[in-house]
């Protein structure tokens, strides 16, 4: 499993033993907000078939060092999120922000082509879908007002820097669509929301994200 083969990476120290034990891998720069989410996103689901490669993660904010080493080792400019790909100790490729998308994640996985080996690592802990469960059921039982929803919802997933999958990213977005652009709209508007499917979306979202809950790990 994937979640087997994601380790994080603090320090440059544990940069340096990562790079030794696996030549070939991938390394994923966090950022700070939902950029983050969806490169994570499509890197996941590109990854869960490649049981050859183990994941570094680097949260660049609260491991500046770690992320420091890996811009001085490759020379590749820093950005987050960011994901690099390394073939026998070299960087082969890299891509960044909104540019990690499933066809550039393919044209650099053609670049490390599969070993046919099985790693593993500890295991990384599954993502915790609790915040939006709260704000979702808040809404949906008429605790939160539509206006308030509309703003809590789009602020905390403009933020979420969280590393989920793909399928999660989906459900989440599946309420106001592409956020920025939803926000822009919300302030040009001066706050007055003209779609009357936001409670559908939302109701059909707290089930999935429920059933995602549940799932086995």
């Known amino acids: 499993m994937l979640r087997d083969r994601v380790v994080n990476l603090s320090t440059p120290e544990e940069v340096e033993a990562f790079l030794t034990s696996h030549p070939t891998n991938v390394i994923f720069k966090a950022?700070?907000?939902?950029?983050?989410?969806?490169?994570f996103g499509f890197l996941q689901e590109k990854l869960e078939a490649r049981e050859d490669l183990m994941v570094g993660i680097i949260r660049v904010i609260e491991w500046r060092a770690a992320s420091n080493l890996v811009t001085e080792l490759t020379g590749i400019r820093h950005e987050s999120p960011q994901v690099i790909l390394f073939r026998d100790g070299g960087a082969v490729f890299d891509v960044d922000n909104w540019n990690i998308t499933p066809e550039v994640l393919n044209a650099g996985f053609d670049l490390v082509p599969s070993s046919g080996e099985v790693v593993g690592g500890n295991g990384a802990?599954?993502?915790?879908?609790?915040?939006?469960?709260?704000?979702?059921?808040?809404?949906l039982t008429g605790i939160m007002s539509d206006r308030q929803f509309e703003y809590v919802y789009t602020?905390?997933?403009?933020?979420?820097?969280?590393?989920?999958s793909r399928e999660e990213v989906e459900v989440l977005n599946s309420i106001?669509?592409?956020?920025?652009?939803?926000?822009?709209?919300?302030?040009?508007?001066?706050?007055?929301?003209?779609?009357?499917?936001v409670r559908e979306r939302a109701e059909a979202a707290l089930l999935k994200?429920?059933?995602?809950v549940q799932a086995p790990a």
Do not use: I, W
Not at 31 to 39: F, L, N, P, S, V
Not at 155 to 164: E, V
Not at 209 to 212: D, S, V
């Open 31 to 39: 950022g700070a907000c939902h950029k983050t989410m969806q490169g």
């Open 125 to 139: 802990s599954r993502s915790d879908l609790s915040p939006y469960l709260q704000v979702l059921e808040q809404y």
């Open 155 to 164: 602020t905390m997933f403009r933020d979420d820097a969280s590393l989920r």
């Open 176 to 197: 106001f669509g592409d956020v920025d652009q939803h926000l822009n709209m919300h302030l040009m508007m001066a706050g007055r929301s003209q779609d009357d499917g």
């Open 209 to 212: 994200l429920k059933e995602l």
